[in-house]
């Protein structure tokens, strides 16, 4: 992955499948984002293709990780199918979708 970042805030742009494959190396890359300093995440998810359960859950746990450090997360342009999941699930609370990125920060294709 490639990371510019530009602490406090921080985009994080991820493409693909998000699912029980990809979510480790995610979760590792944003838990490390926000014990650096890029406590204000935003999560690009306009490329993404699906989002499964250990998806959501890498992105439940670093909201909350976001949130002990003082900070947030947010997910830019979500495609429809994902934020149709988030709705179901009630997740806007924890998950709050951005109407654009706070700063720089990119990460390689998560499939």
Do not use: C, K
């Not at 997910?75 to 990125?101: C, K, M």
Request: no cysteine; aromatic share 2%.
């Amino acid at each position: 992955m490639t990371v510019l970042s530009d602490p406090p805030s921080a985009t994080v742009v991820l493409d693909g499948e998000i699912d029980i494959a990809t979510a480790p190396a995610i979760r590792r890359f944003l838990m490390a984002a926000i014990s650096g300093g890029d406590v204000h995440l935003t999560v690009d998810m306009s490329g993404v293709t699906f989002l499964g359960a250990a998806g959501i859950g890498v992105l439940v746990a670093a909201a909350h990780r976001a949130r002990e450090a003082g900070g947030s997360l947010s997910l830019l342009a979500p495609s429809p199918q994902v934020q149709r999941l988030l709705d179901v699930l009630h997740l806007d609370g924890i998950l709050p979708t951005a109407q654009h990125s706070r700063g720089r920060f990119v990460a390689g294709s998560a499939a």
